[in-house]
């Protein structure tokens, strides 16, 4: 090296310097961009016993659940999700909403004892300690238990008694549904002559 050109020792040296930094800015931008792909989230049941969990990373995540004793049950692995969200119905049942796109939705539940429900697409309304949930299927409305699968109420798109409006693209767009404390079914929407319509139907959730 000592019989080296200066010149050619300078932009060796150069060449050198310019490569650490080189090398620095790209660990850099692969760590901003590894950050900014992972994202996470925690939620506690009301009462403290359990804890639902997911990370996701390039939009794959994973689900878990932990109880106080730090005993951790895995729900789903890299499974695909854009953002999803986790929630406590009640101190047992927990909820998983990923989307599937523009008005439609994708729900997990996980009960404590139950364990993790099928996926339920498009859930109108739940009621949380019957285990309960409306859903919005092609043909109508199904009302049933979220494990047993146990059909309570169905009522078709095409029921005479509805007037449904069956010129909407997505039949339940607009529809409003809740379950009152003694389990009756409160549906609300607008018919085919663009009326407000309301519907209570007693006892369907038990």
């Known amino acids: ?20 930094i080189f090398m620095f800015l790209m660990v850099c931008i692969s760590s901003s961009l590894a950050f900014a792909d992972v994202e996470k989230d925690t939620v506690f049941s009301s009462d403290g016993m359990h804890s639902l969990h997911y990370e996701c990373a390039d939009f794959k995540c994973d689900f878990w659940v932990k109880d106080n004793h730090a005993t951790e049950v895995k729900l789903l692995s890299k499974i695909k999700a854009r953002y999803p969200a986790i929630s406590w119905l009640n101190p047992s049942l927990a909820q998983i909403i990923l989307s599937c796109g523009s008005d439609c939705n ?24 019957k285990q309960c949930v409306l859903l919005a299927t092609e043909n109508g409305l199904s009302l049933e238990n979220i494990y047993s699968r ?4 169905k009522i078709p ?13 997505v039949m339940y767009v ?32 038990i």
């Open 106 to 129: 994708i729900k997990y539940y996980y009960h404590v004892k139950n364990g993790l429900s099928i996926p339920l697409q498009q859930v109108l309304a739940i009621e949380a300690n």
């Open 150 to 153: 146990k059909v309570r109420l």
């Open 157 to 169: 798109y095409t029921d005479p008694s509805m007037k449904f409006d069956q010129s909407r693209a």
């Open 174 to 205: 607009g529809m409003e549904a809740t379950f009152d404390h003694k389990g009756g079914l409160i549906l609300n929407y607008t018919d085919e002559n663009s009326h407000s319509r309301h519907k209570y139907y007693k006892n369907v959730c």
């Open 1 to 20: 090296m000592q019989n080296l050109p200066p010149l050619f020792l300078f932009f060796i040296k150069k060449i050198g310097v310019m490569f650490k």
